[in-house]
């Protein structure tokens, strides 16, 4: 957790030796509008000879909230109540890992279906969906 792979070091035969890694700061934005921040001196070399790619989330798209208008958190999140998804822009809902950042799939599978039924409930005013 907040830690950032920023080399993998090979040897003369192309063999992982080593991963380069970096600490985050989650409390300041980087560059470019990423959610952290590197934090300088906290670079660390880990002997390793094999490496499984588990492969991150930095935020939602950020150009789809500009244009719209959506209201994010400070992780960058889009704002949306837990249970009824909608955001601050009317007809427009929000949820699993663009919502409450990161997280395991059935999360992202519950939260999917419910938003479903909220924008079922919107559209139609009633939901007999489960």
Known sequence: YAIQT???????????????????DWSKKGENGAPF????????????????????FRGPEQL??????????QRSNFQAEYGKYATNIPGVFASGDCRRGQSLVV???????????????YLMGVSQLP
């Open 64 to 73: 789809i909230a500009e244009q719209l208008g959506l209201a994010t958190d």
């Open 107 to 121: 999360w992202a599978i519950n939260e999917g279906r419910e938003a479903a039924r909220e924008c079922d409930r």
């Open 6 to 24: 920023t080399e993998f070091i090979g040897d003369a035969n192309g063999n992982l030796k080593a991963v380069r890694t970096v600490n985050l």
């Open 37 to 56: 921040t590197p934090i300088p001196g906290t670079e660390k070399e880990w002997p390793a000879d094999l490496c499984f790619l588990a492969l991150g």
